[in-house]
């Protein structure tokens, strides 16, 4: 590699000692940008430390506080613009197109994986039968299932993980496929105004599988028997007795 000479005038100085493979360097100042750049950050950060981590400067996170209290404050007047929660607004929203269709988007984000696509029930129950295995099937205890879930089942408190919007339109959604029948899976539960059928105790099983016995000394005698109270005799009297009451 050659060597270069410097320009008459020029502040170019080699450095002595300084030869690395025929490599030299000149012992030129840094350009008065990059060194005054270089002095603004260091006092810069000295300023960003005292304010903000010694003194009481508004970081990120209380930036995003103050945008959930800000979120949190238009909720609750968007809220009171549409009420209390109650049968009457839920089934306008249920009648509401929009908010049918709001809440169907919700619903197959955080729904579809247990009651299927459109209500037909694959892990939890069939939503779209008559049968209800939580409330009466009203569109409050809808609500109030769906806002404090089944923890013993899985169902998560959705209040918790919805906004109270996009709890109700889910809500709605779910009440506007009620009574639709759906093919899926088998109903579940009681249906609203029909008791669970309860056996009577003529029909009550047995331990075997069989019909249970009416109680002893209660039933009434047979067409052509006589009641008696005494125990069987031996012999073929005892034997035609028996026999009589079969």
Same mark, same amino acid.
């Given at each position: 590699?050659?060597?270069s000479n410097p320009?008459?005038?020029?502040?170019d100085v080699l450095? *002595? #000692?300084h030869?690395y *493979?025929g490599?030299?360097?000149?012992?030129?100042?840094?350009?008065?940008?990059w060194?005054?750049?270089f002095i603004?950050s260091?006092?810069?950060?000295?300023?960003?430390?005292?304010?903000y981590v010694?003194g009481?400067g508004?970081?990120?996170h #209380?930036?995003y506080?103050a945008?959930?209290?800000d979120?949190?404050r238009?909720?609750?007047?968007r809220?009171a613009a549409m009420?209390?929660?109650?049968e009457d607004?839920?089934?306008?929203m249920?009648a509401?197109?929009?908010?049918?269709a709001?809440?169907?988007e919700t619903?197959s984000?955080?729904?579809?994986?247990?009651?299927?696509d459109n209500?037909?029930g /694959?892990?939890?129950?069939?939503?779209?039968?008559?049968?209800?295995?939580h409330?009466d099937?009203?569109?409050?205890?809808?609500?109030?299932?769906?806002?404090?879930?089944v923890?013993d /089942?899985g169902?998560?408190?959705?209040k918790?993980?919805l906004s109270?919007?996009?709890l109700?339109?889910?809500v709605?959604?779910?009440g506007s496929i009620?009574n639709?029948?759906?093919?899926?899976?088998?109903p579940?539960g009681?249906?609203?105004?029909e008791g669970?059928?309860?056996?009577?105790p003529e029909?009550?099983?047995?331990k075997?599988?069989g019909a249970?016995?009416p109680?002893?000394?209660t039933?009434?005698p047979?067409?052509?028997?006589?009641?008696t109270t005494a125990?069987p005799k031996?012999g073929?009297?005892g034997?035609e007795d028996?026999?009589?009451?079969?």
């Amino acid at each position: 590699m050659s060597e270069s000479n410097p320009s008459e005038g020029a502040r170019d100085v080699l450095i *002595d #000692d300084h030869n690395y *493979d025929g490599i030299q360097e000149y012992d030129n100042p840094l350009p008065k940008w990059w060194t005054w750049i270089f002095i603004g950050s260091f006092f810069f950060s000295v300023g960003y430390f005292v304010h903000y981590v010694m003194g009481n400067g508004e970081g990120i996170h #209380d930036d995003y506080q103050a945008e959930i209290k800000d979120f949190e404050r238009a909720e609750e007047k968007r809220l009171a613009a549409m009420g209390e929660v109650s049968e009457d607004v839920l089934a306008q929203m249920a009648a509401n197109s929009t908010s049918v269709a709001k809440g169907k988007e919700t619903y197959s984000k955080v729904c579809t994986q247990c009651h299927g696509d459109n209500g037909e029930g /694959k892990i939890g129950p069939n939503l779209t039968d008559k049968a209800w295995i939580h409330g009466d099937g009203s569109l409050m205890a809808i609500y109030q299932t769906v806002a404090n879930g089944v923890l013993d /089942k899985g169902m998560p408190e959705w209040k918790k993980q919805l906004s109270a919007g996009d709890l109700r339109s889910v809500v709605a959604f779910v009440g506007s496929i009620r009574n639709t029948n759906l093919p899926g899976k088998e109903p579940q539960g009681v249906v609203p105004g029909e008791g669970p059928s309860k056996p009577g105790p003529e029909t009550a099983p047995t331990k075997d599988g069989g019909a249970a016995p009416p109680p002893t000394g209660t039933a009434a005698p047979s067409a052509g028997t006589v009641p008696t109270t005494a125990e069987p005799k031996t012999g073929t009297a005892g034997s035609e007795d028996q026999g009589s009451e079969l």
